[in-house]
């Protein structure tokens, strides 16, 4: 169990046991992709992939400083806690500096800690490792001050965190379901109001299948920013707040006003919002036929109009797609920020086993990469774990 090990390696490496064992899951989006930055909907489940952080009070004249040691990177960053910190090296530390400036900005200082951070989920896969690396943060400052946030103003200030820190504007979904994740399944994500409700994924007979294409992505590289820029761009032209508000029939009766460029971009958004409201109804409904044909056409959408899948991606979900309802196979689609990462497909939890082996040893013989990948029932979101 990663917290175990969390906790024997803090111990090796600081010399007595942790105080505090904290962990924060990753997470699948299952339809409902780059619509969070404009307002929309989403469809998110917190996987059984963790970052945890395992940590103690400091030695006395250790100095007001949150000492954290990477076991991934076997690098060692202090960031301050008695000023409020600014990004620096490690780059890798600029996730858990921010969220240490939001406590800061809200008169929260904890004690001097020393830490140990490791994880499980995949980096530069699409499934959060950033945001479950702030909220296992967070949720470890909550622990040494002896409280507790608001749960979603606890994802808003992690999400300030990865804007300001890491550069990434990203919207509010992987930093809720990662404080929010529930076993009971899914959650349905209104990012505008940022509501959310639980959506029952407990049935034993079916399975989410995370494929990782092991094409590393970058949401920092600007490809993301420039998505988010054409949505804002075009919720301007359409005179609405955010594009999420936006109707499917507005945005095709404005073809002209917008361009084709921006036209495609909003088409996608709006049509993967309604996309999303369906499937979250067809889950609870067990019609997994429907969520699946949903998932396909998610992947198409996010392929042509909103350009941001890759070919390894095309791949996978195009072999799944040729395994298809007879092999176990009911839906799939690329997953996460895109240019790279994982897909997530709906599969028969009976043949997952199968499905796995063929789209690994096929993706193998077309790109010439090895394929990762492993199934996810629905995880509890971020908690103090005892050491």
């Known amino acids: 169990m990663l917290s175990r090990t969390a906790a024997s390696e803090f111990a090796r490496r600081f010399g007595r046991p942790p105080r505090w064992v904290v962990a924060a899951p990753g997470r699948v989006n299952i339809i409902g992709e780059h619509t969070d930055y404009s307002g929309g909907l989403v469809l998110p489940m917190a996987i059984d992939r963790h970052t945890v952080i395992a940590a103690a009070p400091a030695e006395a004249g250790a100095g007001?400083?949150?000492?954290?040691?990477?076991?991934?990177?076997?690098?060692?960053?202090?960031?301050?806690?008695?000023?409020?910190?600014?990004?620096?090296?490690?780059?890798?530390?600029?996730?858990?500096?921010?969220?240490?400036?939001?406590?800061?900005?809200?008169?929260?200082?904890?004690?001097?800690?020393?830490a140990l951070v490791i994880s499980d989920v995949p980096v530069g896969g699409g499934l959060s490792s950033s945001?479950?690396?702030?909220?296992?943060?967070?949720?470890?400052?909550?622990?040494?001050l002896g409280t507790a946030l608001d749960p979603t103003e606890k994802a808003r200030l992690c999400r300030v965190a990865e804007h300001d820190f890491a550069g990434v504007p990203c919207g509010i979904m992987d930093q809720?379901?990662?404080?929010?994740?529930?076993?009971?399944?899914?959650?349905?994500?209104?990012?505008?109001t940022q509501q959310a409700r639980v959506v029952p994924f407990a049935d034993p007979s079916v399975s989410l299948l995370i494929a990782n294409s092991n094409v590393r992505h970058s949401l920092g590289d600007g490809a993301y920013a420039e998505r988010k820029a054409a949505?804002?761009?075009?919720?301007?032209?359409?005179?609405?707040?955010?594009?999420?508000?936006?109707?499917?029939?507005?945005?095709?009766?404005?073809?002209?006003k917008l361009g084709a460029l921006l036209h495609r971009r909003a088409r996608h958004v709006v049509t993967e919002n309604a996309r999303t409201r369906a499937a979250a109804d067809a889950l609870t409904a067990g019609d997994w036929r429907a969520a699946g044909k949903l998932m396909y056409a998610s992947h198409q959408s996010l392929r042509d109009d909103f350009e941001v899948s890759a070919p390894e991606l095309d791949t996978l979900v195009d072999l799944a797609r040729d395994i298809g309802e007879a092999g176990g196979v009911f839906g799939s689609r690329m997953t996460g920020g895109g240019f790279g990462g994982c897909t997530v497909t709906l599969a028969a939890s009976d043949r997952t086993a199968a499905i796995g082996d063929r789209l690994a040893r096929e993706y193998q013989g077309r790109h010439g990469r090895a394929l990762t990948w492993f199934v996810s029932r629905p995880a509890r979101g971020a908690h103090v774990v005892e050491p």
């Open 131 to 144: 945001a479950a690396f702030e909220v296992a943060t967070a949720t470890l400052l909550e622990a040494a």
């Open 231 to 256: 949505t804002v761009e075009a919720a301007q032209r359409l005179g609405v707040a955010e594009l999420g508000l936006a109707t499917p029939e507005t945005v095709a009766a404005a073809e002209a």
């Open 64 to 114: 007001a400083r949150l000492r954290l040691h990477s076991a991934a990177m076997d690098e060692t960053a202090d960031i301050a806690l008695a000023a409020r910190p600014r990004p620096g090296e490690p780059s890798w530390s600029n996730y858990a500096r921010g969220v240490v400036a939001g406590f800061a900005a809200k008169g929260m200082v904890p004690p001097a800690l020393d």
């Open 176 to 192: 809720l379901i990662s404080v929010l994740g529930d076993e009971r399944g899914a959650l349905l994500i209104d990012c505008r």
